[in-house]
T-cell receptor, first 112, second 116 residues
Framework: GDSVTQMEGPVTLSEEAFLTINCTYTATGYPSLFWYVQYPGEGLQLLLKATKADDKGSNKGFEATYRKETTSFHLEKGSVQVSDSAVYFCALYQAAGNKLTFGGGTRVLVKP | DTEVTQTPKHLVMGMTNKKSLKCEQHMGHRAMYWYKQKAKKPPELMFVYSYEKLSINESVPSRFSPECPNSSLLNLHLHALQPEDSALYLC???????????????FGPGTRLTVL
């Protein structure tokens, strides 16, 4: 079945540091890929998405590129802020399965 | 209004209690979802309602009973729960369900449930 693997956290950074969270997936066909963010005490918010190979999703300074050849969708941000402290989930959607498959989540802590 | 609201925010219940979780959206979405999220884990899908009809039940124990009284409301009735059912219960909605193209799911803040 489909699966998503992302790096385990926590990832601890200083403000203005560069952030990368690795995400790889296993799926048949051509899934859509997503990054969700969950701030403390809140539900999930869609951060960005990409629906086909080589698409780049971007939002709030975060970027991720759909790489079919490496089955990856790594999340990057050039300069993190304390307010970026959250748990980040990589996910995929297959039309055939009609549901989101989430990775395990990566907790990011940004210190001032 | 792009908000999904959930009540209560926190709930503590005994194993013999009956309680209900409530979810509401006013975005005109026709699909609504219940997820269960254990600490430090991703959300797990429990139920999907499409046009007020149950479309998916992911083999959830019968002590969880969903209900969709109308297109804006989704309830989760709880009875005879076990301590291992303690988790964050998330509700979500999307415009439609079951299409080839993904419909973004909007999540509520969740109800944190503790079963004693």
């Amino acid at each position: 079945g489909d699966s998503v693997t992302q790096m385990e956290g926590p990832v601890t950074l200083s403000e203005e540091a560069f952030l990368t969270i690795n995400c790889t997936y296993t799926a048949t066909g051509y899934p859509s890929l997503f990054w969700y963010v969950q701030y403390p005490g809140e539900g999930l918010q869609l951060l960005l998405k990409a629906t086909k190979a080589d698409d780049k999703g971007s939002n709030k300074g975060f970027e991720a590129t759909y790489r079919k050849e490496t089955t990856s969708f790594h999340l990057e941000k050039g300069s993190v802020q304390v307010s970026d402290s959250a748990v980040y989930f990589c996910a995929l959607y297959q039309a055939a399965g009609n549901k989101l498959t989430f990775g395990g989540g990566t907790r990011v802590l940004v210190k001032p | 209004d792009t908000e999904v609201t959930q009540t209560p925010k926190h709930l503590v219940m005994g194993m013999t209690n009956k309680k209900s979780l409530k979810c509401e959206q006013h975005m005109g979405h026709r699909a609504m979802y219940w997820y269960k999220q254990k600490a430090k884990k991703p959300p797990e899908l429990m139920f999907v309602y499409s046009y007020e009809k149950l479309s998916i039940n992911e083999s959830v124990p019968s002590r969880f009973s969903p209900e969709c009284p109308n297109s804006s409301l989704l309830n989760l009735h709880l009875h005879a729960l076990q301590p291992e059912d303690s988790a964050l219960y998330l509700c979500a909605s999307s415009q439609e369900y079951g299409l080839d193209n993904y419909n973004e799911q909007f999540f509520g803040p969740g109800t944190r449930l503790t079963v004693l």
